[in-house]
């Protein structure tokens, strides 16, 4: 199969990345090189797959390597190379590769890329103009920098799950592995600052990503409170000091509800009004921003009493309209269909052999002019290897079927 084509006109095209990491933090940082017109050749193997392609949902609810949509999310745009790094004849092959790329990406527990040959003292005297990305839970120094985990590790130790639940109650934690969606940014900045380092150098940079310490930035005005004040932040459901009401309502429908803030006084009114209650915004307990603090449980029981009925879009609309911020808790289907997410072309429709015709997110920002990817979906397990091998890497075929009765195809 031949490898497909990258659009000249993308300031990374040119740039061929080496992507050895799993699950999402890592990946999520090489799918948006992808994006922007770097070649990502995806390095797996029968034997350590990436985590994802056994995760749910699979199209039509059958598992198969290819057939996971959370995969197809992470990795749209790049291509797959099957290469049993297990094996010696493997690490040859990851050699010649190395010397022909611009930058490398692993997610292993520290020590693991070392025992392959293939740490930054080694792949950089390979290839100066190399860039090497290691990211891992905790780093890859200190005592703890050998332990395991996965976002919802890395939640925890970071103090998200002391954050989230309802006051008194245990610890609930956000949904899935939060920390893996909020701290690739970070990854992703670090390479390209180290890209444009190396154009003024000429040489390559070596990058040390700690999920646990990106996470924690999150956490920075928590953090402040607790230094300078004194004040250690624990779970309170969605209560927030500068605002009151401060919830999500149920609404008409099943499961609905809508989430409404206010944080002045003119809001409160505001939401009476719109509400048909205008004279709740005078009652003595909900007059002021204090009164309101002072009696919160009073304050939700009254508006989920008045949006109980209430068709939870049309109530939204009203509400942005009276001034009163508010939105609908929404579901995956009503992201879909949202017509604000539609016009920024949010999600793009990507045709894949097994998972069908199937929507992935694009990027959250636009830049004028470009029409960045990911035009091609995820890969089928190895299904560039050949091509790689032969087309990049200039292997004959002679010395692939000898690749693969050495097992670098396990």
């Not at 310490?213 to 500068?242: C, K, M, V, W």
């Not at 939700?300 to 609908?328: H, K, N």
């Amino acid at each position: 199969m031949a490898l497909p084509p990258i659009d000249p006109d993308l300031p990374l095209a040119g740039l061929r990345v080496i992507d050895l990491s799993t699950t999402v933090a890592a990946p999520s940082a090489a799918r948006h090189l992808a994006d922007f017109g770097a070649q990502v050749i995806k390095v797996e193997s029968q034997v350590h797959p990436d985590t994802l392609r056994a995760a749910t949902p699979y199209a039509g609810g059958v598992a198969g390597v290819n057939r996971s949509g959370y995969f197809s999310a992470y990795n749209a745009g790049k291509l797959s190379l099957q290469l049993n790094m297990q094996k010696p004849a493997s690490r040859q092959v990851m050699r010649r590769l190395i010397e022909r790329s611009d930058i490398l990406i692993e997610a292993f527990v520290p020590g693991v890329i070392e025992r392959w040959g293939l740490g930054y003292e080694q792949v950089s005297a390979w290839n100066p103009r190399l860039i090497m990305a290691s990211h891992c839970l905790q780093g890859q120094t200190g005592p703890h920098a050998k332990h395991r985990g996965y976002g919802q590790i890395a939640s925890a130790m970071s103090g998200w799950y002391d954050l989230t639940g309802l006051e008194g109650g245990e610890p609930l934690g956000p949904y899935s592995a939060y920390t893996d969606f909020i701290c690739w940014p970070y990854l992703l900045a670090a390479i390209l600052i180290a890209l444009e380092e190396r154009e003024i150098t000429g040489r390559g940079q070596y990058i040390d990503h700690a999920q646990l310490e990106t996470s924690i930035h999150f956490l920075a005005p928590l953090l402040l409170d607790l230094q300078l004040n004194g004040h250690l932040a624990t779970r309170r459901g969605n209560r927030e000091d500068y605002a009151a009401p401060n919830n999500v309502y149920r609404c008409a429908g099943d499961d609905r509800w809508i989430a409404v803030t206010a944080a002045s006084d003119a809001e409160w009114q505001a939401l009476c009004a719109a509400l048909g209650h205008a004279e709740a915004a005078a009652d003595p307990r909900f007059a002021t921003h204090d009164a309101r603090k002072a009696h919160e449980p009073q304050l939700d029981a009254l508006i989920a009493g008045w949006t109980a009925d209430m068709e939870p879009f049309a109530l939204a609309e009203r509400l942005q309209a009276a001034g009163v911020p508010a939105g609908v808790v929404a579901r995956a289907q009503d992201l879909f269909e949202d017509p604000q997410l539609q016009h920024r072309q949010f999600f793009r429709r990507l045709d894949h052999a097994e998972l069908g015709n199937h929507a992935v997110l694009t990027q959250s920002f636009r830049i004028e002019g470009m029409q960045p990817g990911p035009w091609q979906p995820a890969p089928l397990f190895g299904e560039h290897t050949h091509a790689i091998l032969s087309d990049m890497l200039d292997l004959s075929d002679d010395a692939i079927a000898q690749l693969a009765a050495q097992g670098c195809f396990e």
